[in-house]
């Protein structure tokens, strides 16, 4: 595991799937897609896409504008998840809480993600 802060968010892509911009130091940046570590959120098609949208509005109003850092987690028989997509923890910072508010959970806390662990298959 990696802990990172994140130097921009480019988009959300829906509720539990986002691209992010690390700045790794040394003038040296990485442009990744990430999928929230253990979580399922509901899908943007098909008979959940309201609540799919809604995730994703829940997504990008929890990380709007906020400082983020992550942390990586390594599926044991690969680096990345299915499709690609590098498993993070996301957390914002937080002036008020020594670490912060764990955006995984908080997406499961407001009814918009349910708790999935299939990533380490």
Not at 29 to 37: E, H, I, P, S, V
Not at 69 to 90: A, E
Not at 97 to 108: A, F, P, T
């Amino acid at each position: 595991m990696y802990q990172y802060h994140v130097a921009e968010v480019v988009r959300c892509i829906d509720g539990d799937t986002i691209q992010l911009v690390f700045d790794l130091g040394f003038h040296l940046r990485l442009n990744a897609t990430c999928r929230l570590y253990g979580i399922n959120c509901f899908e943007k098609r098909g008979p959940e896409r309201e609540k799919g949208l809604a995730a994703q509005e829940c997504l990008e109003e929890l990380i709007e504008g906020k400082r983020l850092w992550c942390v990586s987690r390594k599926n044991p028989k690969k680096q990345q998840g299915k499709y690609g997509r590098w498993l993070v923890d996301l957390w914002v910072e937080s002036d008020d809480s020594e670490n912060g508010m764990n955006v995984n959970q908080e997406l499961i806390r407001r009814g918009h993600a349910t708790v999935y662990m299939a990533d380490l298959k």
